[in-house]
């Protein structure tokens, strides 16, 4: 699921053009990280460090960036 969100973040980049996958990829892929952050830090059977915590949530962090910038670029893109 990691490598899921990943893709879907990093595949929305090239995909900027159409709009629609802004608005589709980068929510997909929060999702994605999420369950794959709660399988493996929330139904862990002891508990996870804070690095490796942190380290499970970056594919969240990573398509929350990406929805970031993907909307200002089309903002910013707009008001050209």
């Given amino acids: 699921m990691i490598w899921i969100s990943v893709l879907l973040s990093l595949l929305s980049l090239p995909l900027l053009w159409l709009v629609l996958p802004v608005l589709v990829m980068p929510p997909a892929a929060f999702v994605c990280g ?3 952050f709660k399988r493996a830090v929330l139904l862990a059977p ?5 690095f490796m915590g942190t380290l499970h949530a970056l594919p969240m962090l990573l398509a929350v960036a990406v929805f970031a910038l993907e909307a200002w670029l089309i903002s910013t893109g707009y008001r050209a």
Wanted: hydrophobic share 60%.
């Fill in 46 to 50: 002891e508990p996870v460090g804070l």
């Fill in 34 to 36: 999420f369950i794959a």
